[in-house]
Nanobody
Framework: EVQLVESGGGLVQAGGSLRLSCAAS????????IGWFRQAPGKEREGVSC????????HYRDSVKGRFTISSDFANHTVYLQMNSLRPEDTAVYYC?????????????????WGQGTQVTVSS
């Protein structure tokens, strides 16, 4: 059974940091791309970052470049999203997702498996 379990969300003040974790099981972690997406109330889900585990490529949306860092722990089948210098506009439910291959890393239709999400709230 495929599982993606997010953790690490919470409430933080603007300028603070959080580290999200995505624990994966039930598929070949090393062969998959893992993406982080977020959805704020009343808005569409958007891609935040992606790591292509088979190739080592990483991708970031422009608004998080220089603030967020994605990394993979191959021993523990976990992907992390380190989020620094958080802003109120980063407030959203954050989801991780897995895909065997991605041509468009931030296209939600390219992902086969999704976690349940973790809430991130950044206060001003």
């Amino acid at each position: 059974e495929v599982q993606l379990v997010e953790s690490g969300g919470g409430l933080v003040q603007a300028g603070g940091s959080l580290r999200l974790s995505c624990a994966a099981s039930g598929f070949t972690f090393d062969d998959h791309a893992i993406g982080w997406f977020r959805q704020a109330p009343g808005k569409e889900r958007e891609g935040v970052s992606c790591v292509e585990n088979h190739a080592g490529y990483t991708h970031y949306r422009d608004s998080v470049k220089g603030r967020f860092t994605i990394s993979s722990d191959f021993a523990n089948h976990t992907v992390y999203l380190q989020m620094n210098s958080l802003r109120p506009e980063d407030t959203a439910v954050y989801y991780c997702a897995a895909s065997l291959r991605v041509l468009r890393p931030f296209d939600i239709d390219e992902y086969d498996y999704w976690g349940q999400g973790t809430q991130v709230t950044v206060s001003s």
